[in-house]
């Protein structure tokens, strides 16, 4: 009973996430699409390992004309990648990816699916990838998402071999093809039995691709047209693909509709081949499941389906749903189906129901007040609506028809658990390569839903019973009606800025930190003090110090500590700062800090993390006082540049035509700068004159020195910008030309300073550049030949230009204090005075 239970909360998670957007009202045509897949009792597997991996257009193929459950599972959720939106990276980056992921498949119809796998950065290996990851906690993962969803055809993106491009691309395919014969296998992984069983795949095909210079497509591979036009949908699958695809925007995927013949070819990896048809030898209608008859209902259904009233369907489709529960002992689909009709019904008498709060965040131990709204448009009534919330029920209306708005306010108490709405995956101390997850029946979600609340209702003599996931919702005056998800915080959150500061700079620079904390309570704060746990190695000591604490409510309040505050010999390593409230009977601390991400384009989100202040000890000269920063795609630079004492002047389109680069002693610009600023070519000229005239330009990576069919003009001497990268952190660098002023002033640079550094050491890599550039450094990954494009210098003028594919982006905001040394000695190249 308890497997039964668990497949049924696996199978009715999609209508429920989709559920927490705006209310979706379904056309007359959309509703006809739902009858005809009703008929449709067969499922695939898309599997690849990144956000922006899959095949949308294959995917909307499925879903929408053969009408199948189609699912992706991406390993990660696209933590290691580059963000052409902002300045989020790791786990931040994940979660917009996330929903970025949740809104392609809102679009192209399939559902989606992840493992605990983390994105760690390009990789160059299947056994590099498999190593990190873990690989047999992955495996898991897959073979449990297969059991659970059930596919009759898995297809995977990539091969398991180094045409894929990508350590995470082939592993992704490795891990597919053992969970294809794993998934089968009752020896293997048995403790999933507790919500799932063995399941045997058909067949494990390869969906095969030109990308550029790679074509893996033959004739004798099976292939078929999937750029067909859906007439109910009103599109062709190649415009739904290209929206779907292009919610992908922190890549930067926008990409323009396609329509005509399109055609997507396949390779058989395992399993029984295929001749004909990508199910074949599988049966794809109810007589799979001895329920024959349920065919013949649903034709029926559809002959009689009448637009101008839908409403009209609705005593056959209680028919059909009643039929399912009594008649069709396969649970899977029996539930799955069960919950398409019910979304049918819904769609077809127009009813829907709403649980809004009354504010966006909820304060655990307070209460917030929630308005339950219903309307059903039809004349067909719906009865007996009780509402259900946790341990308690009561009825919210006897009768919902004739267009009636209905709408009932509660007050209702927030648990005491912040991790209510915090992402599943995040919840726990992460491994090296995977995220921690203790509950497994959550693996494998993309994500969850505030969804305590329940309405039972009937339609005739049957019950249904609706999740109704909690929202926000107000209104934009331009966007118009927004809903958001309701988040449950802490009572306090505690926030500090600097994340990094330099305790041993020279020249001096006074290193503050500023602590900022709010109280959401809807009751005053009590008195209170600060504390802090100073970490140095295994060491812990704590300093308190007492402040009263602003009581209002919604009030951001801050304390700006000077950092020598906190110890007076010896710095930690490590700052955890706390803020400690006393009430009547009880004293609690509060370290964590609530993190908001904000686009347009994906719902916001929240998530919370211990607030951490890292301390670098390490001696760090700087020289020049003030640096002009033009803006890329977006990084922390600017903030690590005022800690390191100088002035920065945002030097944004408008800026960089007025301003004096006179003024200034080195220009940096941004990650991606010249890929998303494509007038910085107009700004060449000005920018070479300031270099020849003694100034010092820094170019952070490009993916590409060619902005449409012109050249962009980026340095003095002709370079190109190659996909070379090293993506082994840990990879051994030589000094080919260490008298070069790069290595030397004002710091010295020695092999410590690239101790430490995150997830790679540089991208993008300068190639073919002009003999009178100079090269510094020398890297390589494993089994791989040396390369010194890194980091390339060319003296112009009395100034220098610099372009660099170290990844700076990552290594400051993270505390490597290598990367302060080697960045200062950068800003140093044009300065005359020793230090």
């Known amino acids: 009973m308890i497997k039964h239970l668990l497949t049924i909360l696996w199978c009715g998670f999609l209508p429920l996430a989709l559920a927490a957007q705006k209310p979706a009202n379904l056309s007359s045509a959309e509703i006809l699409q739902g009858l005809q897949k009703l008929r449709v009792v067969g499922s695939v597997l898309y599997i690849a390992a990144h956000p922006d991996d899959e095949n949308t257009r294959l995917l909307a193929y499925l879903a929408n004309e053969r009408k199948y459950r189609t699912g992706y599972l991406s390993l990660t959720r696209g933590d290691g990648g580059q963000n052409l939106i902002g300045d989020e990276q790791g786990v931040s980056l994940g979660l917009i990816r996330t929903q970025e992921l949740l809104a392609a498949r809102r679009i192209d119809g399939a559902e989606q699916f992840f493992t605990r796998a983390f994105d760690f950065g390009f990789s160059k290996s299947t056994d590099e990838a ?155 209608d109810w007589s799979r499941v001895q329920a024959t008859a349920v065919n013949t209902a649903i034709d029926s259904i559809i002959r009689a389906f009448n637009p101008l009233e839908p409403a009209a369907s609705v005593p056959a489709l209680v028919k059909l749903y009643n039929r399912l529960e009594q008649n069709v002992r396969d649970y899977y689909w029996k539930n799955k189906k069960k919950a398409e009709v019910q979304l049918l019904i819904n769609a077809c008498l127009g009813f829907y129901v709403e649980a809004v709060a009354s504010q966006q965040l909820a304060v655990t131990g307070d209460s917030i007040q929630i308005s339950f709204n219903s309307i059903n448009t039809s004349n067909f009534p719906v009865t007996d ?27 209702h108490r927030v648990v005491e658990d912040f991790n209510k709405t915090q992402p599943y995956w995040l919840r726990e101390q992460m491994d090296t390569g995977s995220f921690t997850v203790k509950q497994p029946e959550l693996i494998g979600s993309a994500e969850l839903k505030w969804d305590d609340f329940e309405l039972r209702y009937k339609i005739g003599q049957t019950e249904f019973r609706q999740r109704i996931p909690l929202q926000y919702k107000y209104t934009d005056p331009v966007k118009g009606e927004i809903y958001q998800p309701v988040l449950v915080v802490s009572p306090l959150a505690l926030g500090v800025s600097p994340s990094v500061v330099l305790n041993n700079l020279l020249p001096k620079h006074p290193q503050s930190l500023q602590l900022f904390y709010k109280s959401y309570r809807q009751r005053d704060t009590a008195s209170g003090r600060f504390v802090f746990d100073l970490i140095e190695g295994n060491r812990t000591t704590q300093k308190s110090l007492s402040y009263r604490l602003p009581q209002p409510k919604n009030t951001l309040q801050s304390v700006l500590l000077p950092l020598d505050t906190l110890f007076k010999t010896k710095a930690p390593d490590k700052i955890y700062p706390w803020v400690e409230v006393r009430e009547t009977n009880r004293s609690l601390r509060f370290n964590n800090g609530l993190k908001l991400i904000q686009y347009d384009h994906i719902p916001t989100i929240h998530f919370f993390l211990p607030t951490s202040l890292t301390v670098i000890n390490e001696e760090i000269k700087v020289v020049g006082k003030t640096i002009g920063y033009i803006p890329g795609s977006g990084d922390a630079i600017p903030e690590a540049l005022q800690q390191m004492g100088y002035s920065v002047v945002q030097l944004d389109e408008a800026t960089l035509g007025a ?34 005239r003694g100034g010092n330009l820094i170019v952070q990576y490009n993916t590409s020195n060619q902005l449409g069919s012109v050249k962009s003009k980026i340095g003095p001497y002709n370079f190109n910008i190659s996909r070379t990268r090293i993506t082994d952190e840990n990879s051994p660098v030589k000094f080919v030309n260490p008298t070069h002023p790069a290595l030397n002033f004002p710091n010295k640079i ?22 009178r550039y100079e090269t510094v450094l020398s890297m390589n990954d494993p089994g791989e030949g040396p390369e010194e494009g890194s980091l390339i210098i060319a003296k112009y003028g009395k100034g220098y230009f610099t372009y660099t594919g170290l990844v700076f982006f990552r290594q400051l905001p993270a505390g490597v204090a290598g990367s302060y040394r080697l960045l200062a000695n950068l800003i140093g190249l044009n300065q005359k005075k020793l230090f």
Request: proline share 4%; no cysteine.
């Open 130 to 284: 498999l190593r990190t990851w873990n690989k047999e906690k992955i495996l898991a993962d897959v073979v449990s998402v297969i059991r659970r969803f059930k596919p009759d055809v898995i297809i995977t993106r990539f091969p398991p071999d180094s045409r894929a491009g990508h350590g995470h691309h082939s592993a992704s395919a490795a891990l597919a093809i053992e969970a294809f014969k794993a998934a089968a296998d009752p020896k293997q992984f048995p403790e999933q039995f507790v919500f799932t069983e063995p399941w045997q795949a058909k067949r494990i095909l390869w969906n095969t691709y030109n990308f550029g210079s790679v074509n893996t497509q033959l004739e004798d591979q099976y292939k078929i047209d999937v750029g067909l036009f859906n007439p109910l949908l009103g599109k062709g699958y190649g415009e739904i693909s290209a929206e779907s695809r292009s919610q992908h925007k922190s890549q930067g995927f926008g990409v323009p509709a396609q329509r005509g013949k399109q055609y997507e070819y396949f390779s058989h990896t395992d399993g029984v081949p295929l001749s004909n048809d990508l199910f074949d030898g599988i049966i794809s």
């Open 385 to 411: 609506l009780v509402l259900e919330l946790e341990d308690t029920s009561f009825q919210f209306a006897p009768l919902a028809a004739n267009n009636e708005y209905l709408s009932k306010k509660i007050t």
């Open 750 to 771: 020695t092999l410590k300073d690239f101790e430490g550094w995150k997830q790679e050491r540089s991208i993008y890599h300068a190639a073919d550049y002009d003999s």
């Open 659 to 692: 301003y004096d680069l006179g003024r200034l002693d080195a220009i940096i610009t941004g990650v991606r700068a010249y890929n998303i600023m494509e007038s910085l070519s107009n700004h060449y000229n000005k920018l070479m004159a300031y270099v020849e």
